[in-house]
């Protein structure tokens, strides 16, 4: 990779949220500092006025290129990410989160990626997984976040209409680069932190760029901020499966395969492609598709938690802010696609 002039200013910008971490901080730092791209600038964020570990690790480092901000009160995840999803004074920008990492080459490797594509607002790698022990210590599981055939790693674009994108999103926060324009605004509203990528993504202007290499490390650790009530949790899965439905323009063959790749999800996803069916009519071909132990298991959890099976029934009224906006911008990624036909709909990575 060329080098830039000393004085043209680093290239990347890089959020590092944390809360209460001490543990896993020093991780993620290590692997920004280790990167083999060095023109970068990092804010780090601390988001607990209480937590006095972060502030004494960047002053031990004394690297002018961490800038420590220390947050007033304690905002919450959602809040905080907000804060990153605007444009910025370098050319990209990136996120750490305090409980990943990333391969000394990924910034270099990603840089490169969006530079091969420089029509592209988002790319993102594979991620190795890590799983956390309740000693402390960490385990490689030696899998992957995407398991298909490595043997191209080259980057690859990567359409609106992909299987993962009906109820969740096919990148991640801590792996991903994306490209800083004026104008541009990222920030969601108050759902469930789980569902931050979903909603991002759809406000993001397709093709992504996707390269098959794990550059990154995903974290499985004891305890998340991507705990979510269950009613809201499952109308916001509604909401995002109904507004994704309503403009895909699919025939019952893709119904059936959508039907099917969420059937067997471990648990199964039926329960929320049903309630889409009842909530737009282009769903409504999935109740057919139903069997009599997809209605059965819908009807016991409608027993079990029916106030759950309310809101994912009134999604249109009780969240029409999630509603209204996810429905445009499914919309506007489906014209997206519109040179690859109104069905396209492709296999998960």
């Not at 680069?177 to 541009?184: A, D, F, I, T, V």
């Not at 959508?258 to 329960?271: A, G, V």
Request: neutral net charge; contains cysteine; charged residues 20%.
């Amino acid at each position: 990779m060329s080098a830039r002039p000393p004085d043209s200013g680093p290239r990347v910008r890089v959020f590092l949220p944390t809360y209460r971490r001490p543990n896993l901080l020093p991780r993620a730092i290590n692997s920004l500092r280790a990167q083999t791209v060095t023109d970068w600038i990092c804010e780090l964020h601390n988001d607990d006025p209480a937590d006095p570990f972060p502030a004494e690790f960047v002053r031990h480092l004394n690297d002018p290129r961490i800038h420590f901000i220390q947050h007033e009160r304690n905002l919450g995840p959602v809040p905080t990410f907000n804060l990153f999803y605007q444009p910025v004074a370098e050319p990209f920008f990136s996120i750490l989160e305090d409980d990943n990492g990333w391969e000394p080459s990924f910034l270099e490797k990603m840089l490169e990626a969006m530079t091969a594509f420089p029509s592209t607002t988002l790319a993102w790698c594979n991620q190795h997984v890590w799983q956390e022990s309740t000693d402390g210590s960490w385990q490689d599981t030696h899998s992957l976040v995407n398991h298909e055939d490595h043997s191209d790693t080259a980057p690859r674009l990567i359409h609106w209409g992909n299987l993962r994108q009906v109820m969740g999103a096919v990148h991640a926060n801590g792996a991903m680069l994306m490209r800083s324009r004026s104008g541009q605004n990222y920030q969601t509203p108050g759902i469930p932190f789980a569902g931050v990528e979903s909603y991002r993504e759809r406000m993001v202007p397709h093709p992504l760029v996707y390269l098959p290499q794990p550059l990154a490390f995903f974290s499985r650790t004891l305890q998340t901020a991507r705990t979510h009530a269950a009613s809201e949790w499952g109308a916001f899965q509604t909401t995002l499966a109904a507004t994704f439905l309503r403009h895909g323009a699919y025939k019952e063959t893709q119904l059936g395969e959508i039907w099917t790749y969420f059937k067997h999800q471990q648990p199964p996803m039926t329960n929320e492609l049903i309630a889409a069916g009842l909530v737009v009519r282009e769903a409504r071909l999935l109740l057919r598709l139903a069997g009599f132990g997809d209605w059965f298991r819908f009807f016991i959890n409608a027993g079990r938690h029916p106030l759950s099976t309310i809101h994912k029934l009134r999604v249109r009224t009780e969240h029409s802010d999630w509603w209204n906006q996810l429905d445009q911008l499914a919309a506007a990624r489906f014209a997206e696609t519109v040179s690859n036909t109104p069905a396209h709909l492709s296999s998960p990575l």
